[in-house]
């Protein structure tokens, strides 16, 4: 057993090692993307005040490290990035590969062109692993990385709702309860009060710009995409449930979130690019999904694996149709600009 054990481990570390080196070679080695040249701008000239102070001193403590260009500054935030995700994802689930090409469908190539959500991405990631194992310091911990990620981009503020995961209603009556919020939310977008709220509190003039202003009928596609991955999960979920699988994700807890992320669906009211806040929940749901599967096909194979099998793959093809695949400026140019392939 701990042969076949040690065997499996082996052949997936060489199956993930080619796609981890390509993809970071593609991701280290971008010279070009929609935001390059504005970061680069800014890290040479220094930015302005709408940049949140975290980002500003991530930047001076890499400079009297010794990283004194913007390339190099790339390069490190490269290595933070892909390796979280690459450390992440072989603790959580036994089919590191799956994952990893999933994530490269998407978002990947949005990671890369997005600096600071990037970074943000990777801590939500870590905050809500910490959140999970439920003891006595994790909500402290978890709302310091959430104001940590805060400071690098005001949006991560939004996910401090994580912490009322606990909130002692059934799941199905909590599902009403979300959706209803969600709906007064959204009827609330059309009244100037989140935007007065915003100049309260005093956000960036990106997010007040957001906030007093309401996106077209493209928001109905980020809200469909991420109900049909919440099915997606819940299927899996229930087929856990149903098998008393042993997984290495509580699958309870994940639920709790992808509950809560219902209240976020408003967001897209404003702008569609509150996409990226789904990305955490969207990447732990993979890692749940293909270990679930893992250990259900380790007994008996079902048409139920080989369906849900398929629409974890159809739910990211979908993610990457609508906001990868019709924009070249985000996906080829990270093969014909990038210094190593070139």
């Not at 935001?35 to 709408?50: C, P, Q, R, W």
């Not at 439920?134 to 104001?147: A, G, M, Q, T």
């Not at 981009?153 to 009403?176: C, D, G, M, N």
């Amino acid at each position: 057993m701990k042969l076949s054990l040690k065997n499996n481990t082996f052949i997936n570390i060489c199956m993930c090692i080619p796609i981890i080196i390509f993809m970071w070679i593609l991701y280290a080695f971008n010279t070009y993307n929609g935001d390059y040249e504005v970061y680069e701008k800014f890290y040479y000239l220094g930015m302005d005040s709408t940049f949140e102070i975290g980002f500003k001193s991530l930047i001076v403590a890499l400079d009297l490290l010794g990283v004194t260009t913007y390339q190099d500054f790339f390069v490190c935030i490269s290595v933070f990035v892909l390796g979280t995700i690459v450390l992440i994802t072989f603790i959580n689930t036994n089919r590191p590969f799956v994952v990893f090409l999933l994530f490269f469908i998407y978002p990947f190539f949005l990671v890369v062109e997005l600096v600071r959500y990037s970074i943000v991405f990777c801590i939500i990631l870590v905050a809500i692993f910490i959140l999970m194992k439920e003891n006595k310091l994790s909500v402290p911990i978890y709302i310091f990385l959430v104001l940590l990620a805060t400071s690098i981009h005001t949006s991560a503020l939004l996910f401090v709702i994580f912490i009322f995961y606990k909130l002692p209603v059934s799941q199905e009556r909590k599902i009403k309860i979300y959706f209803g919020m969600s709906v007064g939310i959204a009827l609330l977008s059309y009244t100037n009060i989140f935007y007065y709220i915003g100049l309260y509190l005093g956000l960036s003039s990106k997010l007040i710009f957001w906030l007093e202003n309401h996106a077209s009928l493209g928001m109905l596609v980020p809200i469909i995409l991420q109900l049909f991955s919440m099915y997606v999960f819940i299927k899996t979920y229930r087929l856990s449930k149903k098998k008393h699988l042993n997984t290495k994700i509580n699958g309870d807890f994940l639920f709790e979130l992808n509950a809560l992320m219902i209240l976020l669906l408003p967001a897209y009211f404003f702008t569609s690019v509150f996409a990226r806040t789904y990305w955490p929940i969207l990447f732990i749901n993979c890692l749940y999904i293909t270990d679930v599967l893992y250990h259900q096909r380790n007994g008996t194979s079902t048409a139920t694996c080989n369906m849900l099998e398929i629409l974890n793959v159809i739910q990211f093809v979908l993610w990457s149709a609508f906001y990868i695949i019709p924009r070249e400026d985000v996906w080829l140019v990270k093969f014909t600009h990038n210094s190593f392939l070139n």
